[in-house]
């Protein structure tokens, strides 16, 4: 749908002051601009270059398009249609501000600026900064026409024109796509390769259940005959310990039990004999040591004194006699135990020793079941199981050699597919249509402007520029005004495409001191012949500082002046 400009108004924008310079862009006429130079007339490529791609038409640094003066509150607003739509794009420096209005209400502004930014140029213009400048300006600033773009510029152009930069678009989601399918088909891959090794491990398995190898079977019945015979070893060593335990063991714990309980005894009259002693000894220093009785005072006579302490010493030394013979006694008794239970001792050694016989019995017990199990035929239900899992494994192996298929068959396709969205592919095709109209649209301004060469763009976007006698030219070996001609041809060409394809149609057409350059007084008439020939509602303006030659073929003027270093506009 065609791009229909309405109206743009800027504040602090370069040399205008605070207050917004407006200028109506839906006049369907043609208006000349004009004033001094630096009066600011050619702001308005500016402003609508600003508004909508976030840089100037010119080679203006961006902090430089605050005006120097008030710097700040930098304010541009464009309006403009596509179709039924209504939009209009605010953009601002100091405070930044980017936003864009649709039928009223504010497009959601969460995304990142250059996200935003291609929902302007992608989703509503559909058109660049390069591809606007092609159809709607021709300037004699910095801008680069388009013979002076290279290759691969002039192509994103013609894209744009003919609306086929879409299959772009779709050959990035393609990549995205084939990406994608990679990762999935090494995935696949990976998992076929995983199921055919453990598909050979499982059959090697079941192989195994199924038959056992004689060698195998004999080294373990091997194994089995050595483990058997110190088996038979060991428990007839435990056997012949045994008896003899059985046969001594009780009676030489019965003689212990027996010394032990003498022993005893002999300890108990030893510590009577000490108390008889003692006894004795006490009454012996009684009767030495008094005369008379403590408890009754009664005079002790000498003679009974000396009486009983004979008794008393004779009585002692037959006490220490037989202390002194128990004591012989006990030391033999000691001995006698000593042996009794060192006899023991070696006693409670073999029965350690018939237990770790026992021990190693039974771990050889259990060697020769699992031996005997190992030659054993596999139990059905393990064979069964394997089996089923195999099974699965198969249906697996079949259904990832189907995707892996699928995959292969998507990634042909995908293949073709990619050939067909390359630049020699459907693009090229498209192209191919619409050269033989572009050249014959070229020439046939060129004819116009009374510049009679025979020009050809080719599918490369190269030139071939003829002249009548079919010596051939470049671009860059002409003057600037045959240059300035092929320029307008070449921009009334992609207008005309635009319109034809419906791309990026436009009602604007901006030409920016192109009378002023080095057009002739022929090249002026013949452009102003073909500026008339427009398609109506078309609104044409011409950016001069000579207006002297031209004023009288536009309907309106726009006079810029500069008083008091600020721009400001009068209408006429």
């Known amino acids: 749908m065609a791009i229909i400009f ?4 800027w504040k602090n924008f370069l040399s205008t002051g605070d207050s917004y ?9 043609s208006t000349l601009i004009i004033g001094a130079n630096g009066s600011g007339k050619s702001t308005l490529l500016d402003a609508l270059s600003f508004a909508l791609f976030g840089k100037p038409h010119r080679e203006i640094n961006k902090p430089q398009l605050v005006n120097s003066i008030n710097g700040k509150n930098c304010e541009v607003q464009v309006e403009f249609r596509v179709g039924k739509t209504k939009l209009k794009i605010i953009r601002g420096i100091k405070p930044s501000v980017f936003e864009i209005w649709q039928n009223g ?3 959601n502004q969460e995304a990142h600026s250059l996200d935003y930014q291609k929902v302007l140029e992608q989703n509503i213009l559909k058109l660049n900064h390069k591809s606007f400048h092609q159809i709607v ?3 004699s600033s910095s801008f680069v026409p388009f013979m002076q773009l290279q290759t691969n510029h002039r192509r994103e152009v013609i894209e744009d024109l003919l609306d086929i930069n879409i299959f772009a678009k779709m050959n990035n989601i393609l990549k995205e796509k084939n990406a994608k399918l990679r990762d999935q088909l090494t995935a696949t891959t990976f998992s076929a390769d995983l199921n055919t090794n453990t598909t050979a491990i499982h059959k090697k398995y079941i192989a195994d259940l199924k038959s056992r190898g004689e060698e195998q079977i004999a ?6 005959l050595v483990y058997q015979t110190e088996i038979d070893s060991l428990m007839i060593e435990n056997a012949l310990k045994q008896d003899t335990l059985n046969l001594e063991h009780e009676s030489i714990k019965k003689t212990d039990a027996s010394l032990a309980a003498k022993r005893l005894k002999m300890l108990t009259f030893a510590a009577q004999i000490s108390a008889n002693i003692s006894s004795t000894a006490k009454s012996m220093r009684f009767y030495s040591e008094n005369d008379s009785c403590p408890t ?6 000498s003679e009974f004194k000396t009486d009983k302490i004979h008794k008393c010493e004779e009585k002692n030394t037959e006490l220490m006699s037989g202390r002194d013979l128990l004591n012989i006694e006990l030391a033999t008794l000691d001995k006698q135990l000593a042996l009794v239970r060192a006899s023991l001792l070696d006693y409670s050694t073999i029965e350690k020793k018939i237990w770790h016989n026992n021990s190693t019995i039974s771990r050889l017990q259990g060697s020769i079941r699992d031996l005997e199990k190992e030659n054993l035929a596999p139990s059905d239900k393990n064979l069964t199981e394997a089996e089923h899992k195999l099974l699965d494994l198969d249906a697996e192996r079949d259904s990832l050699a189907k995707l892996k298929t699928s995959h292969y068959e998507e990634g042909a396709y995908n293949q073709a597919i990619s050939e067909m969205l390359k ?3 459907i693009k090229t095709k498209v192209i191919k249509q619409y050269l033989p109209v ?3 649209l070229i020439n046939s301004y060129l004819q116009t402007l009374d510049f009679f060469v025979a020009f050809h763009l080719s599918e490369a976007f190269e030139e071939t520029i003829k002249s009548r006698h079919r010596d051939e030219f470049s671009y860059a070996s002409f003057s600037e005004g045959e240059k300035q001609r092929i320029d307008l041809a070449l921009l009334f060409t992609w207008r005309q495409i635009a319109r034809m394809k419906n791309s990026i149609s436009t009602n604007l057409l901006i030409l920016d001191e192109t009378f002023d350059s080095s057009m002739d007084t022929d090249g002026v008439d013949n452009l102003l012949k073909i500026l008339q020939t427009l398609d109506a509602g078309t609104a044409v303006f011409v950016i001069s500082h000579k207006p002297e030659l031209i004023e009288s073929k536009f309907t309106h003027k726009l006079e810029f002046s500069k008083p008091n270093n600020f721009s400001v506009l009068q209408k006429k």
């Open 6 to 9: 309405e109206h743009i108004k």
């Open 296 to 301: 009754c005072s009664q005079h002790i006579q």
């Open 423 to 425: 630049d020699t592919g």
């Open 438 to 440: 572009m050249n014959k």
């Open 105 to 107: 209400v504010l497009i």
């Open 21 to 29: 310079t407006e200028v109506n862009l839906n006049t369907g006429a």
């Open 219 to 224: 080294r373990n019945l091997a194994k089995i």
């Open 137 to 139: 300006v021709l300037g």
